[in-house]
Antibody
Framework: EVQLVESGGGLVQPGGSLRLSCAASGFTFSSYWMSWVRQAPGKGLEWVANIKQDGSEKYYVDSVKGRFTISRDNAKNSLYLQMNSLRAEDTAVYYC???????????WGQGTLVTVSS | EIVLTQSPATLSLSPGERATLSCRASQSVSSYLAWYQQKPGQAPRLLIYDASNRATGIPARFSGSGSGTDFTLTISSLEPEDFAVYYCQQRSNWPLRTFGQGTKVEIK
């Protein structure tokens, strides 16, 4: 059974940093692109970033470029999102999702809430 | 940037009725369009990929159609568990992605 479990969310002040983690199991993690998708309270879904199987390619939505860094550790079956210079508008539930070029986001974690507030 | 516009914003229907949801792209996305269902407090669930292919375990009452810029998600007969928010998403410029703003299907 495919499982994705996020962790690391919490309350952080504007300008602060946070690192999210996503533990994957039930599939060959190193064979898939992975993504982070976020959802602000009461709003729609926004793709944030994704990373190639070997970590050699990374892509970001414009609003987080230069502030967020996606990474992975295939030996640990884990995906990460380092978030720096956080803003109030980054407040959201952050989901990790398996990113299939053939069938889009076919598995999702349960999400972790990030709140940026003073 | 490819913009996806979903309509209507809210659809009020009764169980057993047919639901027709629309997603329009600002430029052609070929058939690289997916649909997701999201219930309150839950993660999204993939329903349809490549415009018309049902994901694993998705009931046959869900169907997708369209290509280019105009797409439709149809729920042939609404079950109580189908009342939720539905999002379309394109991967035409993969690996970049965009989502539509969502359509809420509510009980009339």
């Amino acid at each position: 059974e495919v499982q994705l479990v996020e962790s690391g969310g919490g309350l952080v002040q504007p300008g602060g940093s946070l690192r999210l983690s996503c533990a994957a199991s039930g599939f060959t993690f190193s064979s898939y692109w992975m993504s982070w998708v976020r959802q602000a309270p009461g709003k729609g879904l926004e793709w944030v970033a994704n990373i190639k199987q070997d970590g050699s390619e990374k892509y970001y939505v414009d609003s987080v470029k230069g502030r967020f860094t996606i990474s992975r550790d295939n030996a640990k079956n884990s995906l990460y999102l380092q978030m720096n210079s956080l803003r109030a508008e980054d407040t959201a539930v952050y989901y990790c999702a398996r990113d299939s070029a053939m069938s889009d986001f076919d598995y999702w974690g349960q999400g972790t809430l990030v709140t940026v507030s003073s | 940037e490819i913009v996806l516009t979903q309509s209507p914003a809210t659809l009020s229907l009764s169980p057993g009725e047919r639901a027709t949801l629309s997603c329009r792209a600002s430029q052609s996305v070929s058939s690289y369009l997916a649909w997701y269902q999201q219930k309150p407090g839950q993660a999204p669930r993939l329903l349809i990929y490549d415009a018309s292919n049902r994901a694993t375990g998705i009931p046959a009452r869900f169907s997708g159609s369209g290509s280019g810029t105009d797409f439709t998600l149809t729920i042939s007969s609404l079950e109580p568990e189908d009342f939720a928010v539905y999002y379309c998403q394109q991967r035409s410029n993969w690996p970049l992605r965009t989502f539509g703003q969502g359509t809420k299907v509510e009980i009339k």
